[in-house]
Nanobody, 126 residues
Framework: QVRLEESGGGSVQAGGSLRLACAAS????????MAWFRQSPGKEREGVAV????????YYADSVKGRFTISLDGAENKVFLQMNGLKPEDTAMYYC???????????????????WGQGTQVTVSS
């Protein structure tokens, strides 16, 4: 059974940084792509960043470009999200997801993901 476990959330002031981590276990191969989503109360879940293990291509939501960086330890099926310059509007529950699409030019919608973590809360105060 595939399991994703996130860590690294917390509370910071605006302008601060956090690093999220997600470890996937129970999958016999390298995950084709891993991504981060976030969801605030009353809003739809939105894609933040994705990384494709074949080639390492990355894609970001416009709202986080230049501030967030996604990286992958493919051998360990671990994905990280370095978040710098955090803003109050980044406050959300952040979810790690893993999918079987090997490559695309974009962030994929939630329905394309097979596996999800439980989420880790990120709160940014002004």
């Amino acid at each position: 059974q595939v399991r994703l476990e996130e860590s690294g959330g917390g509370s910071v002031q605006a302008g601060g940084s956090l690093r999220l981590a997600c470890a996937a276990s129970g999958y016999p191969h390298r995950m084709p792509n891993m991504a981060w989503f976030r969801q605030s109360p009353g809003k739809e879940r939105e894609g933040v960043a994705v990384i494709y293990s074949n080639g390492g291509s990355t894609y970001y939501a416009d709202s986080v470009k230049g501030r967030f960086t996604i990286s992958l330890d493919g051998a360990e099926n671990k994905v990280f999200l370095q978040m710098n310059g955090l803003k109050p509007e980044d406050t959300a529950m952040y979810y790690c997801a893993a999918g079987k699409t090997t490559w695309a030019h974009r962030l994929l919608p939630p329905r394309e993901y097979n596996y999800w973590g439980q989420g880790t809360q990120v709160t940014v105060s002004s």
